[in-house]
């Protein structure tokens, strides 16, 4: 990928990031995969928490922009089958710890360039989270080989996504909307929209991730997505400073706790799922736009896993983690590990398999 296109995409995400939060989203949450799958959950009514409910139309833009751009740039391929319900449950796992930590690897960049000193523990944890991910990869972690399937089954996440469009639109009476707190807050439909289709050519062209950007570094010393993602700070901290939005500090944060163990935790816990799914939760939406069912299997389990902590009570807070919450995170430290063992050890014993069979 040509490093000019890449840096400026990574700058422009930046910039957007903060442009929506202008517009009308929450402060700190322009762009919030975690957040928005979480919103979209709660206007479906899959959780009832009435501060959070919202069908995002950024989300359903993250897709149709990957669709439409792979299509014309003919890489719209439909596949899957690796390991569907592992991923499923990989990104309900991911769901839970973005929500302890109250945000995905983007929301964490986006609060570091204000100032928000959380989202840097949050982001040691994220580093912590991606280096578990490459010690189970080395040791022959795989979920599996993708293989072609129908176009049929790549269109499902771009058909769903324009009938959450016309849904959000025509307002119906089982779709639910916040009146106050941060489902309440948000950008002209017209604008999310906008954003969300460039959002998602941009991904889908660039191959922006930000798993990606520490596991190259780490596994090869490539530092190219690197470069895009301090670019989106870079962006993110201009426009800020322009605006006045920076707070420097660990206290008095938008949507943030100061509880240091769980926002490491939390972020941990989206490293190394996101790591074991092979990129983070945006680069997984937008794969699901370009004809990836097993990307989609994750953003499921994503949505699942929001309704779920929101249920259940596991969700963060401004006055910090709630019990249950941290009960969930510790089971989903011990749910993703064992998960890495086990499958290693099931590649490990294919790979054996194979090579006796290979010399008979």
């Not at 439909?78 to 929500?99: C, D, E, K």
């Amino acid at each position: 990928m040509n490093k000019r296109f890449l840096i400026g995409s990574g700058f422009i995400l930046g910039l957007l990031g903060v442009l929506l939060v202008r517009a009308g989203n929450p402060p700190n949450m322009g762009v919030c995969l975690a957040c928005f799958v979480r919103d979209i959950a709660g206007g479906l009514g899959l959780h009832r928490a009435a501060p959070v409910q919202y069908l995002r139309p950024e989300v359903p833009g993250f897709i149709l922009g990957s669709f439409l751009i792979a299509l014309v740039s003919k890489e719209f391929r439909v596949r899957g089958g690796s390991s569907p319900l592992a991923r499923f449950f990989i990104g309900f796992t991911i769901m839970i710890g973005a929500l302890v930590f109250l945000g995905c690897p983007l929301r964490m960049l986006l609060r570091l360039s204000a100032g928000d000193l959380n989202a840097l523990i949050g982001l040691f944890g994220f580093i912590a989270g991606i280096g578990a991910g490459i010690f189970f990869h080395k040791r022959g972690f795989s979920l599996g080989r993708a293989h072609p399937q129908s176009t049929g089954n790549g269109l499902f996440f771009p058909v769903m996504t324009v009938a959450l469009l016309l849904m959000v639109t025509l307002a119906p009476i089982f779709i639910f909307f916040s009146e106050s707190g941060p489902g309440s807050l948000r950008a002209p439909f017209a604008i999310s929209l906008a954003a969300g289709l460039l959002i998602g050519i941009l991904v889908q062209r660039s191959r922006l991730c930000q798993v990606g950007c520490f596991r190259n570094l780490m596994l090869t010393g490539d530092p190219q997505l690197l470069y895009a993602s301090l670019a989106m700070l870079a962006g993110a901290f201009f426009l800020n400073l322009i605006f006045g939005y920076i707070n420097l500090g660990f206290s008095g944060q938008p949507v943030a706790h100061t509880a240091a163990l769980w926002n490491f935790a939390g972020l941990a816990i989206v490293g190394l799922g996101a790591t074991m799914l092979g990129g983070c939760p945006l680069r997984q939406t937008v794969m699901a736009g370009e004809g990836d069912t097993d990307a989609g299997f994750a953003l499921l389990g994503m949505a699942a896993g929001a309704a779920f902590a929101h249920n259940f009570g596991l969700a963060a807070g401004p006055a910090g983690v709630p019990l249950a919450g941290q009960v969930a995170a510790v089971l989903s430290v011990l749910f993703l590990l064992g998960l890495g063992f086990i499958f290693s050890a099931t590649q490990a014993e294919i790979t054996v398999k194979g090579t006796i069979a290979g010399t008979k």
